[in-house]
Structures are given as C-alpha cells and as structure tokens.
C-alpha cells in the first residue's frame, strides 16, 4: 500500500497508520458486502429458477431467476444516491456502518426464506424485497469505501494502488463465496444441497457482519472530510450538486463501466448456468474454476492499480477496455472445446482481462468527483452502470443464447459493450495529476453544466 507521506499542510504525515487501518477497513468491508453479493447470483444460477420459480420450461425459470438478479442491480443507484448524499453530509465512517449492516442482515434473512413449495409465490416476493435492500446496501458501499481509502495525502502518489484495494475487495468476497460454496456443496447430496445446503453461506453472513463493524467502528473519518467540516464546505444536497455541475462525468463513469461490469457477471455468475445447462460440464468444476480465477484476481486487481500509477490512469484503463474488446470472440470458443483445462485457463484469463480495468477504476472515478460531492458523484456513476451493463447481461445472455442458439451472439454483445466503455474511456478527462484532497469546489469543465446549471454554479453549500 502506498507509504509516501504528502508535503501539503493541514494534513498530518504520523496519520500514515491510520490512512493504513482506513484501507484495510475499506476492503474488508468491501469483501463482505461482495460476499452477500456475489454468493446471491451464484446460488440463483443454480437453485433459485427451480426452488422459487417451478416451471416447466427451464429456460423460463432461469429467466425469472436471473430477474430477481436484476432488480438487486437496479436497485443500486437508488442506494447510490441517499447513501451518497449522508456520505458527503455526515461523513463516509457512519454512513458505511449502515450499509454494512443493511447488506449483511437482507444476505442472512435470504437464508430462512420458505420456498415455494412452502409458502408459494409469497417466497419469491420474500426474495425479490429483499435482493433489493442488498441492491440498495451495495449501491451505498463503493463511493464511501473509495473514498474512505484514498482520501489521505499519504496516498497522492500511490492512489491508484490506494483505490485498488477496496476494488480487491471484490474478487476476494467472491472467492470466499465460491469457497464457502463448494464446501457445501460436497457435504452432500444434490437433494440435500437444494434442500439445506444453500442455505448456509448466507446464515454465515452474520458472522462477518460481526467483523466488518468490529472493524469500521474503529477507523478515523477521512482529513478531507474533517477539513470540509471545519471550513464549513459541506454541501447541503450534494446529489443535487453532482447531478447538476458533474453530469457529464457521471454519464462517463457509468459508460466506462460498461464493458467491465457485464463481462465480468458473464465470466462468473452466467458461466455457471452455461457451463452446466449448455456444456453440460460439472457443477463442482465450474466452481473451482471460477475458485482459481478469484485467487488471480487478487494479485492483478492491485497490480494493474500500481500500473495505473506508473503509466498514467487512463491509458492503464484504455488498454484493458481495448483488451476486453480483443478477447470476445476467443473467449467462447475457448469455452466451448470442452476440454477442462483450456475452460479453466480461459475463466482465469477472463478475469485478468477484466481487472485491467477494475484496478484503475476506482481511482479513475473519484478523481472525477471534488470532495464535497465525491462520494455522491462518485457512486451514482458507477452504479448507473448496474442498469445498463451488469443487470441485464445474464438475462441478455441466456436470451441471446436461447435465440439463436449460438455463443457468437453473446460474444457479439460482449465486443459491442467492450467498444462503448473504449469510447468513453477516452473521452472522460484524466484528472490523476489535479489536487485530489482540495475541498475547494472544482470548477467543472467547460459546457458540462450548461444544461441544467448556469457555468459558474457553486455547490451549494452548509
């Protein structure tokens, strides 16, 4: 993690360990969330169709199963937008304790849902509420876990490993998912794992919601957030603010995303559904595919943050983005030999495609975004993208799939949302050089406000 110490007054060089705890603290909370989320689509790509959406037409339930998927994602910018707004009003340290807390407590009563054979229909509306509050819990997290991380002048240097730390945070929840998965999933039967054995991992989360408060609880709120406060800066609608003067960046930070969000639940959540109902190929080797694609990730997640630092944030992310473009097409007709270990290398090097991206992001977008907005701004881009990339893209999929009968066409629309995040990769204005920590309002770039605010609007402030 970074250690150079910023010669900037106002900021303290002995808080290095507390700038440290603060990142530790971002990941892990970041894990944890992930873990509830990830562990969600993966159990609905295997149980849910069949558990709370009997049908006899499979690809019907899939459908229904991945929708239930969807709304957790279209519920994100919602959580986006009034976590956004208590981030940047009463600072980043509280408001990530209450998405902690909404997150893991939707994750655990997911666990006791009755199904259908229970209790009906009332099972899938008893899932769907609560997918949502885990889309509203995750939709609040990032924002305030980027900035909880990089908001220190230890790291001005180094933001972009800073940020990718948090974004570490991802493949290492999902791990553990698939982890805590496959350990269950050998304990016993197929009957008994559709009867009890999916269960578990989500009780489990109540386990970690105990670490991850132990754990934020203790950590400092960010100097940049304290020196907002003390120089009374705090915007009074700081969403109002990031919508109105930063608007174009949004629009931008959701586009980036487009082409690695989607990609990245086909390589994991989708494939389980494909590689089992299309490839036919076992459960259990799926899953230590995916295993083995996590432990890569957490080496190159940080890894391409460092390079994002070295050669520059938006080359860094153009590269990946072009990358992704590039490996469309090969990666299906990897995946369709049918041969375990050309499928396993392949589901690794999805993800080291994917994380070319994913490492600079989170230091990308928050450079976008001044502080008194930041984690407003900064969140309700990147979840926009929740809408038009990674909710979808298993329902488009399995659609595609089902349509045409062919992976080409899910590789056509996987060169498609790889060109749009290309493109606009290129047209967000790399800001890693501008002063990150200034609580100065930054004036937005020429013609960006026009539309819904005068050129010289100021936040509007407490």
Known sequence: MASAADSRPGLDPGQAKHARRAVIAATIGTMIEWYDFYLYGLVAALVFGKLYFP????????????????????ARPFGAAIFGHFGDRIGRKATLVVTLLLMGVSTVFIGLIPTYASIGIWGAVALTILRILQGVGVGGEWGGAIAVATEWGQFNKRRGLAGSWPQFGSPLGMLLAVLVLTVVTHAGST??????????????????????????LGVLETPVFEELKAKKQIAKAPVLDAVRLYWKDILLTCLIRTGQQAPFVLFTTYLLSYGTGVLKLERSFLFNCVLAAAATSLITTPLFGYLSDRIGRKRMY?????????????????????????????????????????????????????????????????????????????????????TYGTSTAISCYLAIIAAISLISAALLKDRSQEDYISVAPRAPDPGAGQSLAAPSAKPTLS
């Open 55 to 74: 049908s006899h037409d499979p690809f019907a339930a899939t459908l229904l199963s991945f929708s239930t998927f969807f709304l957790g994602f279209v």
């Open 191 to 216: 009957e008994w794992f559709e009867a009890v054995g999916w269960r578990i991992p989500f009780l489990l989360s109540a386990v970690l919601i105990a670490v991850g408060l132990y754990i934020r």
């Open 318 to 402: 153009l590269i990946g983005a072009f990358t992704m473009l590039v490996f469309a097409f090969p990666y299906y007709w990897l995946i369709n030999s049918a041969i375990p270990a050309v499928i396993a290398l392949t589901v690794i090097a999805s993800l080291v495609v994917h994380d070319m991206q994913y490492g600079p992001q989170a230091a990308f977008i928050a450079e976008s975004f001044p502080p008194s907005v930041r984690y407003s701004g900064a969140s309700i881009g990147y979840q926009l993208a929740s809408l038009t990339s990674g909710g979808p893209a298993p329902i488009i999929a399995t659609w595609l799939m089902h």
